[in-house]
């Protein structure tokens, strides 16, 4: 080996030393951050989080919701996968004069497996300027630190390309098909003298190596940490059901405050999220709050805690959060470090040594986290499966349970829930009277079956809209109609009902929840209650994913899902026609929470006459109608009202009827036709309503 073969070899081990130090320093000091999070229990279920890893990372399964930016991201991953073994043969030629990988025979076919590989990565830099630059999508940043991956990207290949074509010339190796860009460069290049090409080889080697060892040393300090955080984040992710808020111990005596009021009170794995995200923005193209122009952005609030965690482990472990050092002496987080380690010795950097901006209100806003409708739209689009709202509902917690603060509407609920049972602070004792609307409908209280020595087999739950709410009350008794005529034993509990405690959980009011989640539980128990049916879906998810915490062992249904199975039965019979063009709207509980979307589908497509067209966004991208959060009880005082933009998304597709599972939604959705003042020409119905249509209708209607 010649004397500039050992310097070029001394070089290269020299530099990757550093930058793997560097590398390492990173991960070590970003875990050192995310360890300043509670732990938590680990169920080590090593089976089935590695099958998330298969489905969520190798397979790409969110990122593919989007086509075109998740057809160009799998081009970025597999290809940036097989293309380091042409990295490490690009590596090999500048190390030993013709060296590269020992493939034998096979040589000729991985070298033009490789070039194809790395045209298509290139593809994709191009697709991923035009999408960021040109097409200019709203949710995607156009900064300098977006751009320059892509460059550093693109240097890898062009670089990679450039030395193989020059080494052919160097090594004056006749042209291939087995190369064929590399030879296309080489036939360009075929004047030139070995010297000149053995220089323009090494530029290019160089060039590709100080880009390689920049980009590692550059990923844990941006937002391509996810490259690192996002396989983690997606293998350490709770296994239980999306969405179900994990509980307060409040016989826990060494708690000080309650919820979430610093950031090192977020769990560990709560704190991975922040380092995961991808900042892509799919979040937040869909929040319906954004969307609405609200000052809510799920990305946003990630990245301004993920940035507060970084500058808070600086102050706290005195670890440099941005290297070189040197390089980034400037840098808020690094000033913090240096001024923790010197203990304020430095009068330039006294001024941070005491860190401690407060998270909520000065990181995040109090109207950042009361925007949040909890629907979760957020999560299901996040490719590395972050959770935005159960940190949302932690800040809650503590502004609701340790400070006291919350908007005066909700408060006003809260109290009205706490007194009365229902939000509006109405006669608990008037809960039953709803039932006697209508002279044609059986709806027995649990207390009157025991009476008459009768079972039941569903407790049917009304909830407070369905026992107060005029409109909704329409939907309990058409249900009730519908069991009725199915031969379906059920009964209510009528003054004994109280709230599910969905609104005063989400509202973060979770001592109220408890309350009512035990009383609720024992009513359940004394009645002997085995099954559940709702026409509320928050009651619907809260009962059958989050009482369980409590001891709820009932069988919970939704009030679609049953119509659905006494239809299949014949034990209802949709006969008469119901001529209307009907869009379904999802409400998020029912189906980003528990994934019914079929049901009350398939009730619609069974009604003689109807015909079903689908919104824009509908099913898992359905748009929440803003009732959800406790946000029903509150006044959307910034931007537009959400009911009236999903109200215009189902317009757009010009039903006659805009159609629910949920009373919540289907209020919103009826005032936004007023809003919109076509509640003439565009009716609301949940689907029991129209199923009791086509099982009752007249009889001049029937079909022959």
């Known amino acids: 080996m010649s004397g500039i073969l050992w310097v070029n070899l001394i070089a290269f081990i020299a530099v990757t030393a550093y930058a793997v130090s560097l590398f390492v320093y990173l991960i070590r000091t970003r875990m050192a951050y995310i360890k300043l999070g509670r732990k938590v229990e680990y169920d080590r279920n090593v089976k089935e989080r590695l099958h998330n890893i298969w489905i969520h990372v190798f397979g790409q399964k969110k990122l593919l919701k989007d086509k075109k930016s998740g057809v160009m991201h799998v081009l970025f991953f597999y290809g940036f996968i097989l293309v380091q073994f042409g990295a490490i043969d690009f590596i090999i030629k500048g190390m030993k004069k013709g060296a590269h990988l020992p493939f034998g025979p096979l040589y000729p076919a991985f070298t033009f497996f490789q070039e194809i590989v790395t045209l298509v990565i290139l593809i994709a830099v191009f697709m991923a300027f035009y999408r960021r630059y040109i097409e200019k999508l709203v949710r995607l940043k156009r900064n300098f630190k977006a751009g320059l991956v892509l460059i550093f990207i693109g240097g890898l290949m062009l670089s990679v390309l450039l030395g193989n074509g020059m080494s052919l010339v160097w090594h004056q190796h006749t042209p291939s098909w087995t190369e064929p860009v590399a030879s296309l460069i080489a036939v360009s290049f075929s004047g030139m003298g070995e010297t000149a090409a053995a220089v323009v080889f090494y530029v290019a080697w160089w060039v590709h190596l100080l880009i390689l060892l920049t980009f590692l040393v550059y990923v844990p300090q941006s937002k391509h940490a996810h490259l690192i955080a996002g396989p983690a984040n997606v293998y350490f992710n709770r296994l239980e059901k999306p969405g179900k808020l994990t509980p307060i111990d409040f016989e826990d005596e060494t708690q000080e405050t309650f919820g979430v009021g610093k950031i090192e009170e977020f769990t560990q794995l709560q704190l991975i999220d922040l380092y995961a995200c991808v900042e892509c923005g799919r979040c937040t193209n869909m929040c319906p709050a954004t969307g609405t122009g609200k000052m809510l952005s799920p990305m946003d609030l990630i990245v301004k805690m993920r940035d507060h965690l970084t500058n808070h482990g600086a102050a706290v472990t ?14 808020l987080g690094n000033r913090i470090a240096k001024g923790a380690a010197q203990g304020g010795a430095d009068e330039s950097i006294l001024a941070y040594v005491d860190y401690h901006p407060s998270l909520i209100g000065e990181v995040i806003t109090e109207k950042e986290i009361w925007a949040c409708t909890t629907c979760r739209n957020c999560e299901d689009q996040c490719p590395v499966m972050n959770e935005h709202v159960e940190k949302i509902i932690d800040l809650r917690r503590y502004l609701v349970l340790t400070e006291g603060r919350m908007d005066s509407d909700a408060q006003r609920a809260m109290t009205n829930i706490e007194r009365q049972g229902n939000p509006w602070g109405l006669n608990r004792r008037e809960k039953e009277n709803w ?20 079972e039941f087999e569903y407790l049917f739950w009304v909830g407070s809209m369905g026992s107060f709410d005029n409109r909704s009350q329409k939907i309990a008794l058409s249900f009730a109609r519908l069991l009725n005529e199915a031969g379906v034993k059920f009964a209510i509990l009528g003054n004994k009902e109280k709230n599910s405690g969905d609104t005063p959980r989400r509202l973060g009011n979770e001592f109220l929840f408890q309350e009512l989640a035990s009383h609720n539980i024992a009513e359940f128990e004394h009645a002997g209650v085995k099954k559940i049916v709702t026409i509320d879906p928050h009651a619907y998810n809260i009962f059958k994913n989050e009482y369980k915490d409590f001891g709820l062992k ?13 239809v299949k039965e014949g034990r209802l019979q949709p006969q008469y026609e119901v001529n209307e063009r009907i869009t379904f709207h999802d409400s998020c509980y029912l189906g980003r929470y528990n994934e019914v979307y079929d049901p009350p589908r398939e009730i619609l497509k069974r009604i003689p006459g109807v015909t079903l067209v689908e919104m824009e966004r509908n099913r898992e991208n359905g748009m929440c109608c803003g009732a959800g959060g406790g946000l029903m009880w509150m006044e959307e005082e910034t931007g537009h009202r959400i009911n009236a933009a999903r109200t215009e998304q189902a317009l757009e597709v010009k039903p006659s009827v805009i159609s629910s599972g949920c009373p919540y939604c289907l209020t919103m959705l009826s005032d936004g036709t007023k809003a919109k003042e076509v509640e003439d020409l565009v009716k609301t119905y949940d689907v029991a309503e129209l199923l009791e249509k086509a099982v009752f209708g007249e009889k001049k209607e029937a079909l022959s």
């Open 435 to 454: 039932r006697s609307a209508r002279e044609d409908v059986m709806i027995p209280t649990v207390k009157e079956l025991a009476k008459a020595g009768e």
């Open 318 to 331: 005195r670890q440099n959060p941005w290297v070189p050092a040197f390089a980034f002496s400037h840098t």
């Open 554 to 566: 009932a069988e919970v249904v939704h009030h679609t899902e049953l119509l659905v199975q006494l």
